[in-house]
Structure formats: structure tokens, C-alpha cells
T-cell receptor, first 113, second 115 residues
């Protein structure tokens, strides 16, 4: 079945460590996104990519980095520079950016202690 | 710039009652509008979308929404709530304002259904 796979579902890290969240899609979508979800704040855009080897900062990119070396993959690295990294992270993809609906993965809950 | 406002962080209804979740958007150009549902610790699932054409849009699980340009609204309704409708609901807008179609989400409304 086609879809988006995020792994792992739960992730624990010590403060000061970088951590990479995986996102893979087999929908042949060009656009991919990373959102951060905190209670009562909805979804906030971290980074997005419209094509391989290209990506753009979203509203809250500070402390995060991404790569898009393959169409299917859009990993997110949460660096030690991110002040408050504990959150629920959602990856999504769409056929083209914005004008069609986004398909979401199941999310990764990151807890930094 | 585009934005979405969802009125009410929580909406409580009885089983069988009408569900109304409010969404107002801001966009300087014609928007695409979406409603998504999220169950605990899950991703978002599309309920329905408006792109062009008919302003009353029907979605899955008996939900529908009406695009009202004059009111810049896209409220979500369901005639009769079911216990399984309890979830978080997000309204989203996507438009060319700002140069590219990046979806912007509201803060979400938690729907509580009482037996």
C-alpha cells in the first residue's frame, strides 16, 4: 500500500544531542513537508521541499535541518540548537505543493530529557 | 499572507446532536480549503476539500462544509454526532499569496461527544 512512513514512533534523547527523524513516502509525490505540533498551537511548518535537492525554510526552521537527496525521503534533524525540541513531529507529502491535499505520516513523538 | 482562525479550542456535543466547527480564513487570492481529522497520537486524515466549483463540499463520515467567500468562512458540519467523531479537527488554507501554495493550519478544535 502507498503511504508515508515515519520512524520511530517514539524517540527519547538527552539534551544536547542531535537526532534525525525519518520520513519515507512511496506515493511518488514531489512535495514534502515537516510540521511540528504542540498542544493548542496547531501545526507549524518547519521545512518544505518541492523537488529533489531543494528545500525551503518554514515558519520555525531555527534549530532544524533537512535534506532531500531522493524523491522518496525527507529526513529531519533536530539539532542541539533547538531550544525546546520536545514535540510531536509530522511529515506530509502532496502531489504538488499546496493545491492538492497533503497526506500525513503517523508522526514521531520526540522527548528530550 | 494567509491565515486560519478556528473558533473554539473545544466543542462539546451530545451523541446525535448537530456538529458545527467554525473556520474563518484570510487570503488575498482565491484559496484552497481543507478539513482534516486527527485521532490521538496519529497523523492527519483528509475529511474534505474545496478547490473550485460547488461551494458545498461533502466529505467522509457524513461531514460537509460550505465555502462562503463573502464571510471568508469554511465551517464544518455533521447532522448527527457519533461517539467515534471525537477527535481533533484542523482547518487548513492554501493559496498563492506569498508566492507559493504552502498549507497553513488552524490551531485545531477538539470535538467531545457525550453519550
Amino acid at each position: 500500500d502507498g503511504g508515508i512512513t515515519q520512524s520511530p514512533k517514539y524517540l527519547f534523547r538527552k539534551e544536547g544531542q542531535n537526532v534525525t527523524l525519518s520520513c519515507e513516502q512511496n506515493l511518488n509525490h514531489d512535495a514534502m513537508y515537516w510540521y511540528r505540533q504542540d498542544p493548542g498551537q496547531g501545526l507549524r511548518l518547519i521545512y518544505y521541499s518541492q523537488i529533489v535537492n531543494d528545500f525551503q525554510k518554514g515558519d520555525i526552521a531555527e534549530g532544524y535541518s533537512v535534506s532531500r537527496e531522493k524523491k522518496e525521503s525527507f529526513p529531519l534533524t533536530v539539532t542541539s540548537a533547538q531550544k525546546n525540541p520536545t514535540a510531536f513531529y509530522l511529515c506530509a507529502s502532496s502531489i504538488v505543493i499546496g493545491s492538492t491535499e497533503a497526506f500525513f505520516g503517523q508522526g514521531t513523538r520526540l522527548t528530550v530529557v | 499572507a494567509q491565515s486560519v482562525t478556528q473558533l473554539g479550542s473545544h466543542v462539546s456535543v451530545s451523541e446525535g446532536a448537530l456538529v458545527l466547527l467554525r473556520c474563518n480564513y484570510s487570503s488575498s487570492v482565491p484559496p484552497y480549503l481543507f478539513w482534516y481529522v486527527q485521532y490521538p497520537n496519529q497523523g492527519l486524515q483528509l475529511l474534505l476539500k474545496y478547490t473550485t466549483g460547488a461551494t458545498l463540499v461533502k466529505g467522509i463520515n457524513g461531514f460537509e462544509a460550505e465555502f462562503k467567500k463573502s464571510e471568508t468562512s469554511f465551517h464544518l458540519t455533521k447532522p448527527s454526532a457519533h461517539m467515534s467523531d471525537a477527535a481533533e479537527y484542523f482547518c487548513a488554507v492554501s493559496s498563492a499569496s506569498g508566492g507559493s501554495y504552502i498549507p497553513t493550519f488552524g490551531r485545531g478544535t477538539s470535538l467531545i461527544v457525550h453519550p
